[in-house]
């Protein structure tokens, strides 16, 4: 079953930008999560993650800081 | 043996790749990211053929050009030593050891840290080097922003939007920044801006709650939750330490784009260019692979039929 991917991001960060280009490449379908509009979800990223910096993506409850792609690739199990 | 070694994938790097690549130069690329400072450019109205386009659109377009030519490229490794050891210039970097004829230093510039206690410890965790991104998770907050120049200026702009306060803290006697965005900052009461002051430490339990200021012989504690440091740039050549440098820790070039070694070149922010620009870049990117070019050439390490 295709695992759930939720990335938060803001619209301004190259990063978070970069990252939803990497999982569209991999044809990974995921939910986009503005926390510059929703504040809740910008909270609850933070209790997630431990800190402020986005993007952070949510791979079936793995959190993953960042556009580290040989750890998003692996909780994916593209690898 | 390879003909050509780049470190750094921003504008410089990029058109280094796209330029040495067309000359068939058996080439690879180390870099830790792609696109460099102009990934976290906001708008972008001066490069030509673009009346506009954000920064990542530009990197992206890069990215495109450079992958076309399917170079051998290495993504988030870091560069440890780059040296010349007899005709040989080595490249160490935390994942490995490369030799080449000739290197290009494309390398660029990072935020300059404050190094003060807790900085380290707060990354991310209240303190950011990205205003743009990741202010808007600061909504509702009291801010700090640290520096006096256009970068911090335009922090502080960004980010009255969504603050409840916003300080500005400056180590000198007054800000530095365009008077334009001086005037708009002035006329917000939520903005207090704090000159001849100096961070001492950054304070907090989980995530940032404060920080310690030193202003005319006293020290006082500002309860924030957020704290943006934009105090410049500083160029990444650490790495490069056989090679001559300015004041500024910028690789010393002459107009070929030749540093103090033959057959190691620079370009871009990394050097001592004058100007620093994406266009600039890219240019002394051009430059500098071409130079190679010739160099091998003349030196006979490459034949003339590819």
Partial sequence: ?79 | MLDLIIIGAGPAGITATVYAARKRMELLVITGDIGGQAAWSGDIENYTGYQFISGPELVLKFEEHMRKYGSALRENEKVTNLEKIKEKIVVRTDKGVYEAKTAIIASGKRSRELNVLGEKEFKNKGISYCATCDGPLFSGKKVAIIGGGNSALDAALQLIKIAKQVYIINNSAELSGDAVMQEKLSQDSRVIVFNNAKVTAITGDKFVTGLRLEKADKEEELAVGGIFIEIGLVPNSEFATSLEKNQLKEIKVDRYNQTSVPGIFAAGDVSDVTEKQIIIAAGEGAKAALRAFRYLSRHNFISQDG
């Fill in chain 1, 1 to 79: 079953m295709e695992k759930k991917v939720k990335i938060y991001s803001t619209p301004t960060c190259p990063w978070c930008i970069r990252a939803k280009q990497f999982l569209k490449e991999n044809n990974v379908t995921f939910e986009d999560i503005d926390v510059s509009i929703d504040q809740s979800a910008g909270e609850e990223m933070v209790q997630k993650s431990g800190q402020m910096g986005v993007p952070v993506l949510d791979i079936a409850g793995e959190i993953i800081v960042g556009l580290d792609k040989e750890r998003i690739k692996q909780a994916l199990g593209l690898l």
